[in-house]
């Protein structure tokens, strides 16, 4: 009788204790059932970390876990070497006279003096091709005037000073053939010069033209007018341009034509 009381009292206890997941609205169930023991992470962190011992190295093959950046089917890019190349830029033809082709000269880019293979250069100090269908100098040693004509040059334009002799080389330049445009080219008549200047330039049936006086100081001042005149050029490109081809501010004579220039331009 002792044992059936004591048996009888545990399963009671049993019963009564039944689900203590009263709030799951049911007992047993899935709710119910056991779960899995998790252990807490390392210093409470929630991300777990592989355990101690455990290779981290990379899959066999060195293949990365970070995905690609960009295409990874290449067969629409074609390689370097189907590339277009670039468009040919085509230059202007040279001076007549001259080897091999010379660059066209921007706004800003001081003329350069030709080398031997450039063009005329025998008897012509100074030789500087300007432009296309214009070079300048000082002025020409009787060789020198043989070398325009078998250049092809067929004018030659004079900047002489007052009181100059322009006989012998109006003789010269008759006998070969060259068309002679002498020009007294003074600071008070400087205005006058350079409409004149810049009509003959502009005519390309006068083309090549080469341009001389006897120091460079005329040419200079005259040169420097017509990029600033003819060519539209602001004084800064136009003192470039102008330099090699003799302009200065250096002497008195310089600083009449500089006077000059500058009245000039102010009544334009």
Request: hydrophobic share 35%.
């Amino acid at each position: 009788m002792y044992r059936l009381t004591l048996a009888a009292l545990a399963l009671g206890m049993v019963v009564a204790a039944g689900c203590k997941h009263h709030k799951c609205g049911h007992h047993g169930g899935a709710c119910c059932e056991p779960r899995p023991y998790l252990p807490s992470a390392p210093g409470g962190s929630p991300y777990l970390l592989p355990p101690a011992g455990v290779p981290t190295t990379p899959a066999p093959g060195g293949a990365s876990v970070v995905p690609p950046v960009g295409p990874t089917d290449l067969r629409n890019y074609p390689p370097p070497g189907d590339l277009k190349p670039a468009p040919e830029v085509l230059l202007p033809d040279p001076v007549p006279g001259s080897s091999r082709s010379a660059s066209p000269l921007s706004p800003t880019e001081p003329p350069v003096a030709a080398k031997s293979s450039d063009g005329p250069t025998t008897g012509l100090p100074g030789y500087v091709r300007v432009k296309e269908g214009a070079a300048a100098g000082r002025r020409p040693t009787l060789d020198g005037f043989d070398t325009l004509k078998r250049a092809g040059f067929r004018t030659v334009v004079y900047l002489y000073a007052s009181g100059a002799d322009t006989s012998a080389v109006k003789d010269v330049t008759e006998k070969r053939g060259l068309s002679l445009i002498a020009l007294e080219t003074t600071p008070e008549k400087l205005a006058e010069v350079i409409e004149q200047f810049n009509a003959v330039t502009a005519d390309r049936a006068r083309h090549p033209i080469y341009v001389f006086d006897d120091d460079g100081l005329r040419a200079g001042a005259v040169w420097y007018l017509h990029f600033r005149t003819a060519e539209a050029m602001n004084d800064d490109a136009a003192r470039v341009r102008a330099r090699p081809l003799g302009l200065t501010e250096a002497g008195d004579e310089a600083k009449a034509f500089a006077l000059a220039t500058q009245r000039y331009l102010e009544t334009r």
